[in-house]
Every structure is written in C-alpha cells, then in structure tokens.
C-alpha cells in the first residue's frame, strides 16, 4: 500500500472514529440542548437514545442524573451518578452525589465526595457553596466562611452568597459586617426577603430601629403572611413608642395563625400598657392554652377578679 493510500486510510479511521466519539453523539447533544432550556424530560428522553449507541460513557449518566435531580427524581440521580463515578472519575458526578448526600444528611459521604470534585476543580462556586454550607451544619463555621468568600471569589453575582456571609458574622456578632453583606445580597436581588429580615435584626441589635422598620417593611412586601417578620417589626414599633403599630401587627399574626402563643400574650403585654385589661387577660389565658407559660405570671398579676375591679374603679 503506497504512502497516499496509507494516509486516506488514516484519515478515514479518523473519521470514523469522530464520528462515533461519545461526545459527538448527536443525540447527546440534543440532550444538553434541551437540559439548557429547562426541558429536562426531553433531555432524559435523548440521553437513553445516546446510551442506546454508547453505554460506557459517564457523562451521559451525569447529564440523565442532572435532569432527573431538576424533576425531583433524586434516586435515579443517584443510580445514574453511581454508574458514572464507576466508569471513571468525573467532577460532576463527584460533585452533584456530594449534593444529594448533603440533602440526605449523610455528611461524612457528602463530604468525601466534595473534597473529590473539589481535586478536581477547585474554582466552582457552587461547589465552594455547598462545601461552605456542609461545614457551617458540621459546626465549623470558621471554613464555612472561608468557603463562601472564595465562591463569593469566583462568582459574584450569586446573592445567597452574601446572605451566608452575613449569617456567619451575624452568628460571630458582627453585625456591621453582616449587614454590608446583607446589602451586598441585597443590590443583586431586591426580592430577597431573607436578607431583608436578616438585616434588619443587625440593625435592631445597632439600636438602628428606623432603619429595621424600614427593612420589616420591605420584607413583608416580598412576604405578607411571614409571622416572625410581623412579629419583629412590631417590636421595633414598641421601640419607638408605636403602641398602636405593634397592636396591629399582633392582629394580623393571630389573624394569620390563630395559634401562634406568643402573639396573643405580646399582644395581652400591650393591652395592658393601654390599661385595657379584660382584654389582655383575654390573650394572657389564650397564651398559656397555647402553652406560653410566662403568660400565667401575667394572669396572676393582673386577672385576679379583685385586682380588676379595682382597676375599673381607678379607671372610672
């Protein structure tokens, strides 16, 4: 065979073998179009047409694994991740098991499987992410910032972030360093209601109540019916002397939960500020229904039938 046909032979072995590489598999890449634009059963669909052809590469199990944990089904997720890691380490395997045994609970394999991907790609923010949030439930808050200031680091656009961030300094009981990165979190989502909240209590513990109220506020526009906000802001409202404001927003907790203990004997503190008594042993005795036990001191004090009448008299 003379030189020339040698090289056409060559050539066409090339092809050939480009043209059935794994990742050139057509179907494979309508898979990861599809898994793009969110249409992750139709993703899934075309992955088991690429297996069809090739059942031996592990990033057709990783991109099946990815969509099945978008739909929720996290068991084949992990069958397929399984199967992945078998053929051959994979950061994204690595990585997304780590997640699941995360969810799960099962922190020494999630672990395991973090530091994994972490060898093998220690730029990913969302990996430093999850390995941040895995050391903050192992207690280790200290690495746990460490971690989230390098995915901070590497991608500075994701809010939630900067919102553990705060956490971690708000925990440390620094609150002006959480609150800029609250604020930080906060100029790249203004819908976060969390960081809102969160924010605000820093400000309360910096005696800054106007402030607080203001971020309450715009909390409950995000979320009307959150009843620790209500029942934060109308705290801060009784800081500066808004009687009437914190009565409203124990109304509308009891309005929102009819059970909540604490609203009805907050509420029955405030009554009595305004010398309405009947109507805060009312709440004080609902309380201590609900299992608020402070609220029977109050009711000794101030619900004793002779102590009430001489209210009204005194009242009269």
């Known amino acids: 065979m003379n030189l020339i046909k040698k090289l056409s032979l060559l050539s066409y072995l090339i092809f050939l073998y480009g043209c059935v590489s794994s990742l050139e598999i057509s179907e494979y890449n309508a898979a990861l179009k599809a898994y793009k634009e969110g249409k992750y059963q139709t993703s899934i669909t075309y992955v088991e047409q690429a297996l069809q052809k090739d059942d031996a590469e592990p990033e057709f199990y990783v991109l099946r694994a990815k969509a099945n944990y978008k739909i929720g089904n996290k ?28 969810e799960k609970n099962e922190l020494d394999k999630a672990k395991t499987d973090l530091r994994k991907a972490y060898d ?18 192992n ?34 009981g620094e609150s002006k360093i959480a609150i800029d990165n609250y604020s930080k979190a906060l100029v790249l989502d203004t819908t976060d209601g969390i960081a809102l909240y969160n924010r605000a209590n820093e400000k309360m513990i910096l005696e800054d109540i106007n402030g607080a109220i203001e971020d309450y506020n715009n909390s409950l526009k995000i979320d009307s ?21 914190a009565l409203s927003n124990y109304n509308s907790i009891i309005k929102i939960d009819t059970t909540f203990a604490k609203a009805y004997f907050l509420r029955g503190v405030s009554q009595v500020t305004l010398e309405e008594y009947g109507n805060a042993c009312k709440d004080f005795k609902r309380a201590g229904e609900l299992g608020y036990f ?23």
Do not use: W
């Not at 790609?121 to 439930?137: I, K, T």
């Open 225 to 245: 019916s959150n009843t620790n906000t209500l029942i934060m802001l109308a705290e801060a409202k009784l800081k500066i002397g808004d009687l009437d404001g």
């Open 294 to 316: 402070e609220a029977y001191e109050m009711i000794k004090k101030y619900c004793d039938k002779k102590i009430l009448n001489k209210k009204k008299k005194v009242k009269k």
């Open 75 to 102: 068991n084949l997720a992990m069958e397929d991740l399984n199967k992945s890691i078998e053929l051959g380490a994979n950061f994204s395997a690595y990585h997304l098991r780590g997640k699941l045994f995360l």
């Open 139 to 172: 207690g280790e808050s200290q690495l746990a910032l460490e971690y989230y200031k390098e995915a901070a680091r590497y991608d500075s656009r994701n809010a939630k972030t900067y919102v553990n961030i705060g956490n971690l300094y708000a925990m440390m």
């Open 120 to 137: 093998l790609n220690p730029r990913f923010s969302e990996l430093l992410f999850d390995l941040g949030y895995l050391e903050f439930v």
